[in-house]
Structure formats: C-alpha cells, structure tokens
C-alpha cells in the first residue's frame, strides 16, 4: 500500500482537537476538542464531477458545530445502523445525537454527576451500547435510551470498552493494563492473556482496544482481528479472546490510538515516534501493518501533538487529529489484482464465505466468471495466462501455483516448498520467490502444446529450479545447496521482482539489485541502489529498470550502461538523474522503450524521453499502454461493489502526440499532419493518418501511411480501392473499412450493386439482412436464401427459441434441424410427418428413429426404421422397450433367425435380475413354453417349500401344466402339417423334454412333471379339498383325499400328509388308519426330536383310550376282476387296474358308466357330482355343456 497526505482542515479559534470519528456508511466525520467543540463535517466529489475516485475534488458539503457540552470532549462514537453520533466531555455528560433534516439535533443527554466517561462502544448490529466510567461504573443501554443493566466493578479503574463480533463478549481495559472480559450480562469470565508487555510487565496504559467485526469478510480464514495496543507502543493482535499464541508487535513509538480498516486487513497506529538523529524531536506517525503483524509503511505527520485517528468507509482515505487541524490522507490499497488479455482480475473476501473470491473480468464483453481460493497469496500476469499463488489447506505447508486462462479455467499448476512472497510471469515462464529463494517453472499451455516444437528445444529436467539468492549460478548445470542449506535464511531477504523474456531482476532489502539471463539463469550483473526498492518494471526491450522504493520514490536504472567508480573499476548500470515523488504505480509503454506512465497521488503523468506531459486527474489503476493509448481501472469504484462491475470503472487515456494528431487531422492539411508524426514517429500516428488520408480518397498519402505502419491488409485494400472507378462504391469500400456497414450497404445500393451489399452483410454474418435483401430484389438466389434461412434458424436454436427456428428450418427445407426443432418442442406428431414427407432409405430415418426410441414411442420408432429397411435396428427398438411382441412378429415376418438368441439372452438379464415372472412372460410371448414351464415348476417348488398359501401353489403348477399341455398340442400340430407320423411327433415330444430336463435344476421332481405336467396341480388341489371336506365335518371324505394324497408325497411335505391324515382318519374313529399315519409321522427323518416326542404323546393319549382297529370298512367291486376291495384304494391289488380319482369328491371311480371328463385338462368327476358346477374344480375351465 501507499499512502500520501491529501488535505487539511482547521478548525477555528485554534481550538485542540482530542478525538475524531469517521461514520463508515454515510460519511460524516466527527471531531471534538477543547471547550466543548464538537464538530460534524463531511467531505463529498461533485456529482458532476468527470474525475472519478480520489482523484475527484471534494469540499465541505456539511461543517455544523454541535451545542451542548462545556467541557473537553473525550469520546465520540458513531452507531452507523441507526444514525446516531454518541459524545461525551469531561463532566460526564453524554448527549446522543440524531439527524433530522440535514442537520444533528439532541436526542437523549445523561449526565451521572460522579465520574468521567472513558469509553463508549456500539455492538456490531447497533442495538445496544456499553458505558464504561473511571470508577468503576459500567451501563448498558439499548438504541432507544432504556437501560438494559449497570454493574459497579469495586475498585477497578476501567480505561476502555469493546463489544465481541457476535455481542456475546464486552471486553474492559483498566488502568493498570489489564483486560477482562465479561458476558453481555456483566459476568466475569475470564482476564485477557497479555503477553506483549513481556519483562516491562503490566503498568503501561491501554490505549486501544478494537476488535474488527467481520462485516465485509476476513482477509483469510482465522484471522486474527482483536487488537490490544499500550501508550509505550507495545501491541498484540488475537484471534479471539483465549488465544494463546497472539501475533506481537512493537512500534518503538508512544501510542496514542489504533484503529482496524473497514476489512480488518490494515491496523493503523498513531502517536509520536522520537528520532534522536535530529535534535532529539518527537515526530508525528500513523504505522500501518497487517493482521499479521507485517509493518506496511509508515506515514509522517506534521504538527506537535496527533490524538486521534479514524478510517473512512472503505478504508482509501484515513481523518487524524492533529493540533487544531484534521489531516486527510490518502491509501492506495495494494489489491491483489492483474491485467491480460482484456481481463481484469481481481480479488475480494465476502463475510459469508472463508474463501477469497477471484473475479476474471472480460472488460471486451462485460461478462465476469468467479472463483473462490482460499488462501490466495498472490498473483502476477502476462500474455494469455495469469498465475495464483496459494498456501495448501492439507497440513503438508506446500504452496501451489495455478495457471488460469482468461475466464478462470486452471490450464496448469505446480506445487513448491518455498513461500512465493513475490510473483513474476513471462509468456512462457512463471517466477516465485521467498525471502531467500527463488524459484522458476517453465510453463506448458494448450497453445504451446498444440504448436510444433522440437523434441530437443526444452529438456524436461530444466523446466523448474529452485536457487538460494546467495549463490552465483552460470548457467551450467550449477549445484550450488542441497538440502536444508538449499533452504537457510540469508541477512539480506529479497523484497521485490520482475522479469521480461530476455533478464530477471530481483530486488533485495540493503538496496542490491541481481541480473540474471534467461532461459538459462546466469547471474550476470549486481547492482546498487541507495534506498529499498518495493516495486521493479522493465521496459520493453529490457534495457532500462523503473524502480519504487518504500517511499514512494521513482528512479530508473539504465541496465546496460558502463562506468567507472572512484576506484577506476569498470561498474555496470547507471541511475538516471531523474526523481519523482508520491509515485504508487507506473507502466512501460509496450511499444516504445523511452514512453512510460506513471500515478503520481491523484495525477497520471506520461514521459516520453524522460520529459512529461501534461498530467491528468486519475486514480486508477495502470493496466496496460500501448498505442499511445493507457488503459486503466478504478479499482477502489470496482470493490465498492465487487459483484457488478461496469464499464464506467474502465479508464482509457490517451497521449498527447495522439490527441495533437486528431487535433491536427481534424484542422490542418494531411501534409501538415505528416509532417508532425515525422517528427514524432509513431505506427499508431501513422495509422490515424492513414485513415484520415482513406476518408478523404487521398489514396497515395493514405498508402504511405499504411506503408509506414507496416499495415499490409490497408496496403492491399488502398490498391483494391484505387481499381475501382465509381466514385461510390469507393465510398462505400471505405465506410465498410471504417466499420460503417449500414453506410457502405446504402451506397452500394444506391449504385445497383445489392449483390456486393448481400455478399458484405454474409460476411458479417447478418443473416437476417441478408433475407431482407433477398426479398427486396427482383431476382434473389435460393442457394443464398436457404442459407441465410438456415444461419437464422441455427441463430434462433443456439437461443433455444425452437418455434422461431422451425419456421426458418421449413422454410429452408432443412429436415435435419427440423427433426432436432420437433424433438425439443416434443412435437412428435410433427415428427411423424416429417418421417412420411422423407423418401425412402433417407439417411435422416435413423436419426429421427432413434429420436422416438428415446422417449418410448416404439411403434413409430419401428415405422422409421423400415422405411429405411432397418429390420434389426427395429427389432432391437422393440427389445429395448419391452416390445417383445412386435419383436417377435417383425423377427417372423423378415425371416430373422437370431430372434432365439436375442430371447435367451434377455431372458437370462431378466433371470440375473431375479426377474422370474418377467422372464416366464417372455418366454410364453416368445412361444418358449417349455422355459416357461420350468420357471414355473421352480416358483411353485420354493413356495411350497417356503409354506405359502396352497391356493397360490396350485395356480402356479396349474399354469405351468396349461404351458407344458398348450406346447405338446402345438407339438402335434407342428407334425402333422409337416406330414410326419405319430411316432415322430413323440419322438419331437421327446426330444424337448429332454433338454428342458437337463435344464432343471430341481432334479427328478421337475422332469417327471413332463410325464405328468398335472400331478403338482392335483397334490395340491386334493391336499385343499382335505381340508375343506374335513372342516365341513365329512370326516370320512376327508380322510379317503387324504390316503389319496399319499401318491403326491415327492410334492408335498410328508408330515403334512400323515398329520392330516392322521388328524382325519381319528376323526372318522378309523384308529386303525390313524395308528399307521402316526407311525408314519415317528419315522419321518426331517423333523426335530422335540416333534418326534411330541407325537409319540400324542399317540400314546388317544390309543390309551381307543384301539387301534377301524370302526367301519366300506367295500366295492373291481370293475375289471370283480374283486370285493375298500372304496378308497386307487389301485386293484388283484388286478392293477388304476382308477381315477373324482377331482369333486376325492374318491376313486369305479363306475365308469357315468363319468365326466374336462376338456381342458382331461380330468374325470362323477356326473352326478358336476351336475350344479359350472366350472372345473382342478382346472377351472367354463364347463359350456354336461
């Protein structure tokens, strides 16, 4: 930062001035003194004002003296929220002050009567203030004069008073240098850690106790911001109250007050410092550092006695009350900022967010692209590319460097090991130094990548080093320090640096310059200054050095000069007797070696041979000079609103042979006007000639210029133009130069020439010009016109006005945007038509098939794609959206024989999904009953094994036995139509069911379900109605389903059959029946010992009481032996005649007179028993007729 003093205010009667406050958001400044005085000021620019910034004048826009107090003023302070000045004097009266009108009016007085007042502090949101007096006495009060709480500290002597950020903490300073902290109730909690006192120990006063309330952001994250700074100079800042380990400072100066800037980045301390150098005399002083405790400059203040000082509202100016005068100075603020490639970036911290944030600026455009970096060290630019130096966040105290492009976008990045206090960059190399090293990255971007280079050009160990800034290196593969001495600190630290393609200089504390060459780094010359150089530049063609000290002070260095010393050894370079003061920014012109400008306080200066101009009122920051023109930003106007930068911020200023040109192009002859740039040569000069020679059609002057300026494009267009003979089209050949299109584009019609108006108007890409051409002419090309249409079209759909770009897609006959147009308005309908309107074979069909496949319109998907004869693509449409139907009928309509394939393989997706009754749906749409009927047998396995509803089980065997009957009845057909005998039929039979066996994973189970696809079906189906016939009490029916289900026991469990049937046969007093299914139960394998036991008790219960003989035993006739037999054995043991079972009653048929059969499953029931059924009990299939 730099910092100069601005202005001066006295104030009457020589009246001493004891405290100033500065009002951070409406600007007024207020000052007390002596005898009452209390004065409100405030300083504004004139709206009018062409100078923007600092550099406009401002004046006393207010200057009202405020009565009421008699005595001394000590304290004032501002609550900026609510608008209110709160003063009080040495009596204790406190008078609070409000604006009403344009003017400060009393609002409240209190007056104690008993002690002084020594501090008075708002809270951060300007509700309460705390109170504190001399003896002791500290209140609380709230913003509209109630009192919220008073406390009387016994015996304490209280100095000052500060309010926590978050108002949860007030902290008191006493008169014997303590600091104690209490809680907004008036608690103690605990005393303040002071530890920069050290062996003086406690005694000295606090003088300032300020803690910043984070209101516009931290400069990095735990920052430290309370500040508790003692009359004898000594100073301590902490990041909160119970920081143990504060940042120490001491000013070697008698303090008199301290004060945080508007973003807690500068802390400046004001009082007297005494030089023993001239006549031992104490000097006025404001020291600035940073948070950190890093000293920023020291200002020097004329006067006896400062007392006060206080920042304006964002910190560019700070007010001190010295003597009888306030004294105004002016801050440039170091932002951390650059400039490339017509991109301003700067930084800026945000209260809501840890990180910085970084704003590249396109000034071109006004588009602005933001990142955030947290802690953002520095940054430096050139070319294209602009470089950030941040410290990592990752506990391993590297720091990285990032190359960014011109909207932000990293192109690069590098970690190091040193600290990169300093940054430099070149179009190809990025410079970082510490205190005692430097560092060089030769850098690869995008470009240089894409451009042809030589393999051997850049040898990829010398694209970073890392040198001591005490070695001497040649240039040579030197190998100077290794390890931790490569690292070791050095009495002389460096302190700045610049560099250009050819030399590097770095800057070192006692005033030592160091030359190196690049690319290889050889130090190749030393210099020496007379002061601490804070800033370097090098011209263009590196030949001479600018250098700033740490006071403002401007120098140059001629590099390459050679001298003698006292001594008579030859010396390199010699500085310039040349000097400017107050100097905080310069810039080398990029084109001429002798041109430069430079910021001098509120004036920019340019010098051409060391001789200036006429200076102009700025203070802006220099970005760029070059063509005679400077280019400039304001940065503090940029900062007051970081968010929305604007074009007014942006300054270009021009030189005053580029003004004297105009002025002489404008008034006297071209001779004349040549004449003058001959003298005072410039390309820019020349080129303002040439176009003033062009405007006038003086051809031969205006091609010398351009010869002159090594313009080749004007050389050329000069000798097209003097080819033409209309003297209007010359005209308008001229104003097209000139950018004048709509002028160039009248003259060409005015002269009939509409053909070169459109061809001007293509170039320009103006397609909606050129259709109005078109159409205004008589005769228009089509080829012309669909084109224009198109671009118009392609104008609309980069906006995403897709209807607007339909209409100029139709008309142009452009089906392809026309298809994209339709899909992002989702007009499929169109789509539809246009997929009619196409030919066939349209190599637009897939594109727009494919477009309907996206959104799950199948159909008009597989419409597209056999237009253009795609089969498999439409077949492959329909899998993909689980069409399996269509699929498979496409597959046979074409004759695709991988259709199979196809369904296996999604089939076995669908199966590794567990998605078995998608699968099984599959395979029955893609006539794979066999498959299917597996799945099936396989679900109804695990559900009966897993004791699920029965009913459930049952439908699942019934479907699978429906699939196995419906592929065998198409098995036979298929024989037949093919003229093959029964037995082939069954051999094809055979056949399938010997692959679907292998298949099965479920054993001999499932494949005698082929011989048999119903039996599951009847297990279940009689195990339902044993049930059922046993709870409507036929207890005796019960049990004959129940010696029937016996034959389904590789179906259903065991112990179910047996339990029930024991259960039936008990209930029917059958014991005899019931004693064997009770053995049956005892011996079964798979049931636990506890069951076992159980129906052993069981057993042992009911054949205690009954025998175990049947009480009744029904018989029947053999139909085929005539052999007597019980009813209810489903097999003759004389004769092996099997009998069916009724699928009504359970029982077996032996009178096969009167017998229904279903048709469905082949079935059998008495008809007697179906005569009121009308549906099949097994199957249940409609029974149409008995």
């Given at each position: 930062m730099?910092i100069y003093l601005?202005?001066?205010?006295?104030i009457?009667?020589?009246?001493?001035?004891?405290?100033?406050?500065?009002?951070k958001?409406?600007?007024?400044i207020?000052?007390?003194?002596d005898?009452?005085l209390?004065k409100?000021l405030?300083?504004?620019a004139?709206?009018?004002a062409?100078?923007?910034?600092?550099?406009?004048?401002?004046?006393l826009?207010m200057?009202?003296?405020?009565?009421?107090h008699?005595g001394?003023?000590?304290v004032?302070?501002?609550?900026e929220?609510?608008?209110?000045?709160t003063?009080?004097?040495?009596?204790?009266?406190?008078?609070v002050w409000?604006?009403y009108?344009?003017s400060?009016y009393?609002?409240?007085?209190?007056?104690?009567?008993?002690?002084v007042v020594?501090g008075?502090?708002?809270?951060t949101?300007?509700q309460k203030?705390?109170?504190?007096?001399?003896d002791?006495?500290v209140?609380?009060?709230?913003v509209?004069?109630?009192r919220i709480?008073?406390?009387?500290?016994?015996?304490?002597?209280l100095?000052?008073?500060?309010w926590s950020?978050?108002?949860c903490?007030?902290?008191?300073?006493?008169?014997?240098?303590e600091?104690?902290?209490?809680?907004n109730?008036g608690?103690?909690v605990?005393?303040?850690?002071?530890q920069?006192?050290?062996s003086?120990g406690?005694?000295?006063?606090?003088?300032g106790?300020?803690?910043?309330?984070?209101?516009n952001?931290?400069?990095e994250p735990?920052?430290p911001?309370?500040?508790?700074?003692?009359?004898?100079?000594?100073m301590?800042?902490?990041r909160?109250e119970s920081?143990?380990?504060?940042?120490?400072?001491?000013?070697?100066m008698?303090v008199?007050?301290?004060?945080?800037?508007?973003?807690?980045?500068?802390m400046?301390?004001?009082g007297?410092l005494?030089?023993?150098g001239?006549?031992?005399?104490?000097?006025n002083?404001?020291?600035?550092?940073?948070p950190?405790?890093?000293?920023l400059r020291?200002?020097?203040?004329?006067g006896?006695?400062i007392?006060a000082?206080?920042w304006?509202g964002?910190?560019l100016?700070?007010?001190?009350?010295?003597?009888?005068f306030?004294y105004?100075?002016?801050?440039?603020?170091d932002y951390?900022w650059c400039?490339?490639?017509?991109?301003v970036?700067?930084t800026?911290?945000k209260?809501d967010?840890s990180?910085?944030?970084v704003?590249f600026?396109?000034?071109r455009?006004?588009?602005?692209?933001i990142?955030?970096?947290?802690?953002l060290?520095?940054?430096a630019s050139?070319?294209?590319?602009?470089i950030?130096a941040v410290?990592t966040?990752?506990?391993s105290?590297?720091?990285g460097l990032?190359?960014?492009?011109?909207?932000?976008t990293?192109?690069?990045?590098?970690?190091?090991?040193?600290?990169?206090?300093y940054?430099?960059?070149?179009n190809?190399?990025?410079f970082?130094?510490?205190?005692?090293n430097f560092?060089?990255?030769?850098?690869?971007?995008?470009?240089a990548?894409?451009?042809i280079?030589l393999?051997?050009?850049?040898?990829?160990?010398?694209q970073?080093?890392?040198?001591h800034?005490?070695?001497?290196?040649?240039?040579?593969s030197d190998?100077?320090?290794?390890?931790d001495?490569l690292y070791?600190a050095?009495?002389?630290?460096?302190c700045?640096?610049t560099?250009?393609?050819?030399?590097?200089?770095?800057?070192?504390?006692?005033?030592?310059?160091q030359r190196?060459t690049?690319?290889?780094?050889a130090?190749?010359?030393?210099?020496?200054l007379?002061c601490?150089p804070?800033?370097?530049?090098?011209n263009?063609?590196?030949s001479?050095?600018?250098?700033?000290?740490i006071?403002g002070?401007?120098t140059?260095?001629?590099?390459?000069?050679r001298?003698?010393d006292?001594n008579?050894?030859?010396?390199m370079g010699?500085?310039?007797k040349?000097?400017?003061?107050?100097v905080?920014?310069?810039?080398?012109?990029?084109?001429?070696p002798?041109?430069?400008?430079?910021?001098?306080?509120?004036?920019?200066y340019?010098f051409?041979n060391?001789?200036?101009?006429?200076?102009?009122?700025?203070s802006?920051?220099?970005?760029?000079?070059q063509?005679?023109?400077?280019?400039a930003?304001?940065?503090d106007?940029?900062?007051?609103?970081?968010?929305?930068?604007?074009?007014?911020?942006?300054?270009t200023l021009?030189?005053?042979?580029?003004r004297?040109?105009r002025?002489?192009?404008e008034?006297?002859?071209i001779k004349?006007?040549a004449a003058?740039?001959?003298?005072?040569?410039h390309?820019?000069?020349?080129?303002l000639?040439?176009?003033?020679a062009l405007?006038k059609q003086?051809?031969?002057?205006?091609e010398?210029?351009?010869?002159?300026?090594?313009d080749?494009p004007?050389?050329?267009?000069v000798k097209?133009?003097?080819?033409?003979?209309?003297e209007t089209?010359?005209?308008?050949?001229?104003?097209?130069?000139?950018k004048?299109f709509?002028?160039?584009?009248r003259?060409?019609?005015?002269?009939?020439?509409r053909?070169?108006?459109?061809?001007?108007?293509?170039?320009l890409?103006?397609?909606f010009?050129?259709v109005q051409?078109?159409k205004?002419?008589?005769?228009?090309?089509?080829?012309?016109?669909?084109?224009?249409l198109n671009n118009?079209g392609?104008y609309y759909?980069d906006?995403?006005k897709?209807?607007?770009?339909?209409?100029?897609?139709?008309?142009a006959?452009?089906?392809?945007?026309?298809?994209?147009?339709?899909?992002q308005l989702?007009?499929?309908?169109?789509l539809?038509?246009?997929?009619?309107?196409?030919?066939d074979n349209?190599?637009?069909?897939?594109?727009?098939?494919?477009?309907?496949?996206?959104?799950?319109?199948?159909?008009?998907a597989v419409a597209?794609?056999m237009?253009c004869?795609?089969?498999?693509?439409?077949?492959d449409t329909?899998?993909a959206?689980n069409?399996?139907h269509?699929?498979?009928e496409?597959a046979?309509?074409?004759n695709?024989?991988?259709?199979s394939?196809?369904l296996a393989?999604?089939?076995?997706?669908l199966?590794?999904?567990?998605?078995?009754l998608?699968?099984?749906?599959?395979?029955?749409k893609?006539?794979?009953l066999?498959?299917a009927?597996?799945l099936?047998y396989?679900?109804?396995e695990e559900?009966?094994?897993k004791k699920?509803r029965p009913?459930?089980?049952k439908k699942?065997?019934?479907?699978?036995?429906?699939?196995?009957q419906?592929?065998?009845?198409?098995?036979?057909?298929?024989?037949k139509e093919a003229?093959?005998?029964?037995s082939a039929?069954?051999?094809?039979?055979?056949?399938?069911?010997?692959?679907?066996?292998?298949?099965?994973?479920?054993?001999s189970?499932?494949?005698?379900?082929l011989?048999?696809?119903?039996k599951?079906?009847?297990a279940?189906?009689?195990?339902l109605?044993a049930q059922r016939?046993?709870?409507?009490?036929?207890v005796d029916?019960?049990?004959?389903?129940?010696l029937?289900?016996?034959?389904?026991d590789?179906?259903?469990d065991?112990?179910?059959?047996?339990?029930l049937l024991?259960?039936?046969?008990?209930?029917n007093r059958a014991f005899?029946?019931?004693?064997r299914a009770?053995?049956k139960?005892e011996?079964?394998?798979?049931?636990?010992q506890?069951?076992k036991?159980a129906?052993e008790?069981l057993?042992?219960n009911?054949?205690?009481?009954y025998?175990?003989?049947?009480s009744?035993?029904?018989r029947?006739?053999?139909?085929?032996c005539?052999?007597?037999?019980?009813?209810?054995?489903?097999?003759?043991?004389?004769?092996?005649?099997?009998f069916?079972?009724?699928?009504?009653?359970?029982?077996?048929?032996?009178?096969?007179?009167?017998?229904?059969?279903?048709p469905?499953?082949?079935?059998?029931?008495?008809e007697?028993?179906?005569t009121?059924?009308?549906?099949?009990p097994?199957?249940?299939?409609?029974?149409?007729s008995?």
């Amino acid at each position: 930062m730099f910092i100069y003093l601005s202005k001066k205010i006295a104030i009457p009667n020589n009246t001493r001035l004891r405290c100033v406050g500065w009002n951070k958001d409406q600007g007024y400044i207020a000052c007390g003194g002596d005898e009452g005085l209390l004065k409100v000021l405030k300083l504004e620019a004139g709206k009018d004002a062409k100078v923007k910034g600092l550099a406009a004048p401002s004046n006393l826009s207010m200057n009202q003296t405020l009565e009421g107090h008699t005595g001394t003023i000590q304290v004032v302070t501002w609550n900026e929220s609510h608008q209110k000045l709160t003063s009080s004097d040495q009596s204790g009266l406190i008078i609070v002050w409000m604006l009403y009108k344009g003017s400060w009016y009393e609002e409240m007085i209190n007056n104690r009567n008993k002690s002084v007042v020594r501090g008075m502090a708002w809270n951060t949101d300007g509700q309460k203030i705390c109170i504190v007096y001399e003896d002791g006495a500290v209140i609380v009060g709230s913003v509209d004069g109630n009192r919220i709480w008073g406390k009387e500290l016994k015996g304490q002597h209280l100095m000052g008073v500060e309010w926590s950020p978050d108002s949860c903490l007030l902290l008191f300073s006493l008169h014997n240098g303590e600091v104690h902290v209490y809680d907004n109730t008036g608690g103690f909690v605990s005393r303040l850690n002071i530890q920069c006192l050290g062996s003086l120990g406690l005694g000295a006063m606090v003088v300032g106790l300020t803690w910043y309330n984070g209101r516009n952001g931290y400069v990095e994250p735990d920052c430290p911001t309370l500040a508790i700074c003692y009359d004898n100079g000594r100073m301590q800042i902490m990041r909160n109250e119970s920081d143990d380990m504060p940042v120490l400072i001491d000013t070697g100066m008698s303090v008199c007050a301290c004060q945080w800037n508007h973003n807690g980045s500068v802390m400046a301390v004001a009082g007297t410092l005494h030089l023993s150098g001239m006549g031992e005399k104490d000097c006025n002083v404001v020291q600035f550092y940073t948070p950190f405790g890093e000293h920023l400059r020291t200002l020097k203040v004329p006067g006896k006695q400062i007392t006060a000082c206080s920042w304006e509202g964002g910190s560019l100016r700070i007010a001190l009350a010295v003597d009888s005068f306030i004294y105004f100075a002016n801050i440039r603020p170091d932002y951390r900022w650059c400039y490339f490639a017509n991109t301003v970036v700067y930084t800026y911290t945000k209260p809501d967010r840890s990180e910085a944030c970084v704003t590249f600026w396109d000034t071109r455009n006004n588009e602005h692209f933001i990142k955030h970096i947290k802690y953002l060290m520095g940054m430096a630019s050139s070319g294209d590319h602009c470089i950030l130096a941040v410290r990592t966040d990752d506990g391993s105290g590297q720091f990285g460097l990032i190359i960014c492009n011109a909207i932000g976008t990293p192109v690069d990045s590098k970690y190091i090991d040193i600290e990169p206090h300093y940054l430099a960059m070149t179009n190809n190399y990025v410079f970082a130094a510490s205190k005692e090293n430097f560092y060089l990255w030769h850098f690869k971007t995008p470009k240089a990548h894409s451009s042809i280079e030589l393999a051997s050009a850049i040898k990829t160990d010398r694209q970073e080093r890392l040198y001591h800034i005490d070695d001497t290196p040649t240039g040579v593969s030197d190998v100077f320090r290794e390890g931790d001495k490569l690292y070791e600190a050095t009495s002389d630290p460096i302190c700045c640096m610049t560099a250009s393609e050819r030399i590097l200089v770095i800057g070192r504390e006692s005033g030592a310059l160091q030359r190196y060459t690049l690319p290889h780094v050889a130090l190749t010359a030393r210099y020496s200054l007379p002061c601490r150089p804070h800033r370097l530049a090098l011209n263009c063609n590196s030949s001479r050095l600018a250098i700033i000290d740490i006071t403002g002070l401007l120098t140059f260095l001629d590099l390459d000069t050679r001298s003698s010393d006292n001594n008579g050894s030859e010396v390199m370079g010699s500085i310039l007797k040349f000097e400017r003061k107050d100097v905080w920014d310069m810039c080398w012109a990029q084109d001429n070696p002798e041109l430069f400008a430079m910021m001098e306080k509120t004036r920019m200066y340019v010098f051409r041979n060391m001789d200036p101009e006429e200076p102009v009122a700025s203070s802006g920051y220099l970005c760029s000079f070059q063509d005679l023109e400077i280019h400039a930003v304001l940065l503090d106007e940029v900062m007051r609103e970081p968010e929305s930068p604007t074009t007014d911020h942006l300054l270009t200023l021009e030189v005053k042979s580029l003004r004297d040109t105009r002025d002489l192009l404008e008034k006297v002859s071209i001779k004349d006007a040549a004449a003058f740039i001959d003298e005072n040569p410039h390309p820019r000069l020349w080129r303002l000639l040439a176009e003033a020679a062009l405007e006038k059609q003086d051809l031969k002057n205006a091609e010398a210029a351009f010869v002159r300026c090594k313009d080749y494009p004007g050389i050329q267009l000069v000798k097209r133009i003097s080819n033409i003979q209309n003297e209007t089209l010359r005209k308008a050949e001229v104003a097209a130069y000139f950018k004048d299109f709509d002028e160039a584009e009248r003259l060409y019609l005015e002269v009939d020439r509409r053909d070169i108006a459109i061809s001007l108007r293509r170039k320009l890409g103006d397609s909606f010009r050129v259709v109005q051409l078109l159409k205004s002419g008589s005769s228009g090309d089509d080829v012309q016109m669909e084109e224009a249409l198109n671009n118009i079209g392609h104008y609309y759909a980069d906006r995403h006005k897709w209807e607007d770009a339909v209409k100029q897609f139709e008309a142009a006959h452009n089906h392809e945007m026309l298809a994209v147009c339709y899909y992002q308005l989702e007009d499929f309908e169109a789509l539809e038509s246009l997929v009619r309107s196409l030919p066939d074979n349209s190599h637009l069909l897939p594109t727009i098939a494919d477009m309907f496949t996206s959104v799950g319109m199948s159909q008009q998907a597989v419409a597209a794609y056999m237009k253009c004869n795609r089969v498999k693509s439409a077949i492959d449409t329909c899998v993909a959206l689980n069409q399996w139907h269509e699929a498979v009928e496409l597959a046979k309509q074409h004759n695709v024989t991988e259709i199979s394939a196809l369904l296996a393989r999604y089939a076995s997706h669908l199966l590794e999904k567990g998605n078995r009754l998608q699968a099984i749906e599959l395979y029955r749409k893609a006539d794979k009953l066999l498959d299917a009927a597996k799945l099936l047998y396989q679900i109804a396995e695990e559900e009966g094994k897993k004791k699920a509803r029965p009913l459930r089980v049952k439908k699942l065997y019934l479907l699978a036995a429906q699939l196995v009957q419906e592929h065998n009845a198409r098995m036979k057909n298929v024989m037949k139509e093919a003229g093959g005998s029964r037995s082939a039929a069954l051999m094809g039979l055979f056949d399938e069911g010997n692959g679907l066996t292998t298949d099965l994973e479920g054993g001999s189970t499932q494949a005698n379900m082929l011989d048999n696809p119903w039996k599951g079906a009847e297990a279940y189906h009689f195990f339902l109605l044993a049930q059922r016939q046993l709870y409507e009490g036929y207890v005796d029916a019960a049990m004959k389903t129940c010696l029937h289900l016996r034959e389904y026991d590789g179906i259903l469990d065991p112990e179910d059959i047996y339990a029930l049937l024991a259960l039936a046969s008990c209930a029917n007093r059958a014991f005899a029946t019931c004693s064997r299914a009770f053995i049956k139960l005892e011996a079964l394998s798979e049931i636990s010992q506890n069951k076992k036991e159980a129906y052993e008790d069981l057993a042992m219960n009911i054949f205690m009481k009954y025998s175990p003989k049947d009480s009744r035993s029904n018989r029947a006739e053999c139909t085929s032996c005539e052999t007597m037999i019980p009813d209810w054995v489903s097999v003759c043991p004389s004769c092996n005649t099997r009998f069916a079972s009724c699928i009504v009653t359970g029982r077996p048929i032996m009178d096969v007179t009167a017998v229904w059969t279903c048709p469905a499953c082949s079935h059998s029931a008495l008809e007697q028993d179906m005569t009121m059924r009308t549906h099949c009990p097994l199957c249940h299939a409609v029974i149409t007729s008995h």
